[in-house]
C-alpha cells in the first residue's frame, strides 16, 4: 500500500501525540493537604518499573519540575517512571514542619505522597524495592522529610539544597523563604545523636533498613546555608552507621571538579557534594544521581 506525502504526514503527527507525555492524575487515595499529582510513564516501560518521586522547589510545581530536570529523557532510555507531586501552599513550598508530615501515617503533604507511589505502584505494577525521592531546596527538604517518616517504602533519596529532616518542625512560621523563622536555613545545628532521634522518633520501633542518601550543596548558597547540607550528613551518617572515610577533590569527582565529595563508609549509602562558587540551589546531575539510586 502507498501512502501520499500528506498522509504520512497526517500519520507522522498522530504518533507524536500518541507519545510519552505529563499526565495529570485527579484521584489517587489519601489527600489530606489536597496537594497534586503529575506523572510521566515513558513508551516503553520496564518489567517492575523503579519509580522516582521528584520534588519541586518553592515556587515550582509539578509541570515545571518536569521541565526541570533531565528525569523524563532518562525515564524514557531507561523505562523507569516519575511521580511529580505539587504544592500550591506556603508560596508553593512543602510542609516539612508540621507534625503530620514528619510522622509515619500521619497526615499533611508527606501522606498525599505516599498516596502517589501507592496508586503507581498498583497500577503500573511497579517495583517496590526501587522506589526513590529527590528534590530541590524546599523539594529536598522534603526529600529528607519522606526517606525519614516512611524509610520502608524509599530505596534513597538525593536532596540538592535542602536541610535535615525535622529542621523545620514545630516552626509556626510557614517554611518559606519569606518566613520570619529561618533558624533552620541558616544552618541550625545539631549533634549526629540528636539529629537521628528525630528520624527514629519519626517512625518508633521500626527496626528495617534505612534509604541511602545522597546530599548535594553549594558553598556559595546564601538562601539554604552550605551548613544545612552538612547537618544532613551528620544526621544520615548515625542513621545509617557510616563515617566520613574520605573526601575527593578535582577531576575525578563526579559531579564536577567545582566539587568535593565527602564519602561515608564504602560510599553506597551515603555521600555528600560540596560546590565551589555554586548558589541555591545545586543543580540536578542526572547521571550522577542514577548511578547512586543504581538506575544507570
Not at 77 to 87: A, R
Request: proline share 6%; aromatic share 12%.
Amino acid at each position: 500500500m502507498k501512502f501520499s506525502a500528506s498522509m504520512a504526514g497526517l500519520l507522522a503527527s498522530a504518533s507524536l501525540v500518541l507519545g510519552a507525555t505529563l499526565q495529570q492524575v485527579s484521584s489517587f487515595g489519601n489527600n489530606p493537604s489536597s496537594i497534586q499529582m503529575y506523572i510521566y510513564v515513558p513508551d516503553k516501560v520496564a518489567a517492575n518499573p523503579a519509580i522516582i518521586v521528584a520534588l519541586h522547589p518553592c515556587g515550582g510545581s509539578g509541570t515545571q519540575w518536569y521541565s526541570g530536570t533531565k528525569l523524563p529523557s532518562y525515564a524514557d532510555s531507561q523505562g523507569f517512571i516519575v511521580i511529580y507531586p505539587g504544592t500550591t501552599k506556603y508560596s508553593n513550598c512543602w510542609d516539612v514542619n508540621n507534625a503530620g508530615s514528619l510522622t509515619h501515617g500521619g497526615s499533611g503533604d508527606a501522606l498525599g505522597i505516599i498516596s502517589m507511589v501507592n496508586y503507581t505502584l498498583e497500577k503500573y505494577k511497579g517495583n517496590k524495592s526501587k522506589v526513590y525521592v529527590m528534590g530541590a531546596s524546599s523539594g529536598a527538604m522534603m526529600t529528607n522529610v519522606m526517606v525519614g517518616a516512611y524509610p520502608e517504602v524509599f530505596e534513597a533519596g538525593a536532596a540538592y539544597s535542602g536541610a535535615a529532616f525535622a529542621c523545620f518542625a514545630g516552626s509556626l512560621a510557614p517554611p518559606t523563604p519569606f518566613g520570619n523563622n529561618q533558624t533552620c536555613a541558616q544552618g541550625m545545628q545539631h549533634t549526629p545523636e540528636d539529629w537521628a532521634k528525630f528520624v527514629y522518633n519519626a517512625y518508633p520501633g521500626y527496626t528495617g533498613r534505612r534509604p541511602r542518601m545522597q546530599v548535594i550543596h553549594g558553598l556559595a548558597d546564601a538562601l539554604v546555608r552550605p551548613q544545612c547540607g552538612y547537618e544532613q550528613l551528620k544526621q544520615w551518617s548515625a542513621v545509617l552507621g557510616v563515617t566520613n572515610t574520605k573526601n575527593n577533590t578535582g577531576s575525578s569527582v563526579a559531579e564536577g571538579s567545582q566539587y568535593t565529595e565527602m564519602v561515608y563508609g564504602d560510599g553506597t549509602q551515603l555521600v555528600g557534594y560540596f560546590g565551589q562558587g555554586v548558589g541555591h540551589f545545586a543543580p540536578p546531575n542526572e547521571p550522577v544521581m542514577l548511578k547512586f539510586f543504581g538506575l544507570l
